[in-house]
């Protein structure tokens, strides 16, 4: 181990990089292989082949072949070496697409501005769990999962069998968006409030395909709060760049509840809701709240 730690501090960063994206692909994917590291990251297959070796000569105990997958598996001692698999990590990395979690400049800040984000509570499950969803969303496997419900009829832990396809980070929590078969729709599941996951061997009956109102893009229009004076109208305008005092997002039909919120728009009839605290309103209303009634007051 001691000799370990030592090659670790003279691994050059590149192949640091490379060791991480191994380590994060076998955990999460499931699988890594030599043509996916070479892809990745546009190197020879020979290329690839050392990367891989040197990893196993460095963490023996992590991978083992499978021949049928032609790809290394994580092994039931699989433990992390080079990369933090925390969720709260991995999870800001798939959704920038990023190859590696690591910045090459430390604590110290590349172009010497201090940017702060809001400490907002964690709210996600043990890598455990995130690892059998994602495993299931990759190969459109059908997950059996233990969830926490807050609807009034499911106030205790059930298990259900879902069809993953889709992340969703709504700004305060992570979602993923599922086929149900309980319900047999397509729903939104909070990602902290699953306790287990277990990628089953049955293909899903389902794909995002088949969901409308994740596939379908709808045009949500905002516009100033009524009660604002045209000072504050003005200035609204200019922090979204309005035109011609309306704001126009495209979105998918079951996103635009989350979006609502985020953005602290009144959604009530009468636009009754403090306009200093939420400054926009709904200019399509009709159009939009067949699709987030949820979210309308």
């Given at each position: ?18 060791l ?61 070496v ?16 990023l190859?590696s979690?690591?910045?090459p ?90 306790t ?27 516009q ?73 007051m």
């Amino acid at each position: 181990m001691a000799d370990n730690i030592k090659m670790l501090h003279e691994i050059k960063f590149a192949t640091r990089q490379r060791l991480q994206f191994i380590e994060i692909m076998a955990y999460y994917n499931g699988h890594i292989s030599r043509s996916m590291l070479a892809k990745a990251y546009g190197i020879s297959d020979p290329a690839a082949t050392k990367d891989l070796k040197l990893y196993n000569d460095l963490a023996p105990h992590n991978l083992e072949y499978n021949p049928s997958l032609f790809s290394f598996v994580p092994s039931d001692k699989f433990d992390e070496v080079f990369a933090d698999l925390s969720p709260q990590s991995v999870l800001k990395m798939f959704a920038q697409n990023l190859l590696s979690i690591d910045n090459p400049s430390g604590n110290e800040p590349i172009y010497g501005i201090s940017v702060e984000e809001m400490p907002f509570p964690v709210r996600l499950p043990k890598k455990a769990v995130l690892a059998q969803l994602i495993r299931a969303m990759k190969n459109k496997s059908q997950l059996k999962v233990n969830y926490h419900s807050l609807s009034q009829r499911e106030i205790t832990q059930q298990s259900r069998i879902i069809e993953p396809h889709a992340l969703v980070n709504n700004g305060l929590r992570w979602h993923v968006r599922a086929y149900d078969h309980e319900h047999y729709d397509f729903r939104d599941f909070v990602l902290s409030r699953f306790t287990e996951a277990e990628k089953l061997e049955l293909e899903a009956e389902s794909s995002q395909n088949y969901d409308d109102d994740w596939m379908e893009l709808i045009t949500l229009k905002l516009q100033a709060h009524p009660a604002l004076s045209d000072k504050q109208h003005l200035a609204l305008s200019y922090d979204y760049n309005m035109l011609d005092g309306i704001i126009e997002l495209q979105v998918r039909r079951s996103l635009v509840g989350y979006l609502l919120q985020q953005m602290k728009v009144d959604t009530t009839s009468d636009f009754s809701l403090n306009p200093n605290a939420y400054q926009l309103i709904v200019s399509n209303r009709d159009e939009i709240e067949p699709f987030a009634g949820w979210a309308f007051m």
